[in-house]
C-alpha cells in the first residue's frame, strides 16, 4: 500500500490511477481519503467490513457533527439525485457515449 499526500495525488493522478495497489491519501499528516484500483478479482471479505465499518463510522461522525437527521440526509441525497438526473437529459446520450459513461 503506497501512502501520499493530496497535492501528490493531484500532480500524478494520471499515473496513480493506473496503480496495481490502494492509496492512502494524507492531508497534513491525517487521512484525508483512500483510492482503491478497481481490482480484477474481488477484495478480501476481510477488508471489505473493516471498511465498511470505518466509513461508516465517519459518515456518522459527519452528520452528528453537522446535527443532522436522517430525513434531511435522505433530503439532500433526493436533491443531488435529482440534479443530477436533470444534468444528465441535459447533456443528452451522445454527450454522456463520449464521455464514456454512457452504454
Known amino acids: 500500500m503506497k ?5 501528490e495525488f493531484r500532480d ?3 499515473g496513480m490511477l493506473r496503480a ?3 492509496i492512502l491519501v494524507t492531508r497534513r499528516g491525517r487521512l484525508a481519503g483512500i483510492f482503491f484500483p478497481r481490482p480484477e478479482a474481488t477484495l478480501p471479505v476481510e477488508l471489505k467490513r473493516e471498511m465498511f465499518g470505518i466509513l461508516s463510522a465517519e459518515v456518522a461522525r459527519q ?3 453537522r446535527g443532522l437527521s436522517e430525513e434531511e440526509v435522505l433530503a439532500g441525497f433526493a436533491s443531488w439525485r435529482k ?3 436533470a444534468s444528465a437529459r441535459k447533456s443528452g446520450p ?5 464521455a464514456g459513461r454512457g452504454r
Open 3 to 7: 501512502i501520499s499526500t493530496v497535492r
Open 12 to 14: 500524478n493522478a494520471s
Open 20 to 22: 496495481k495497489d490502494p
Open 63 to 65: 452528520i452528528r457533527r
Open 83 to 85: 440534479t443530477k438526473r
Open 94 to 98: 451522445k454527450a454522456r457515449r463520449e
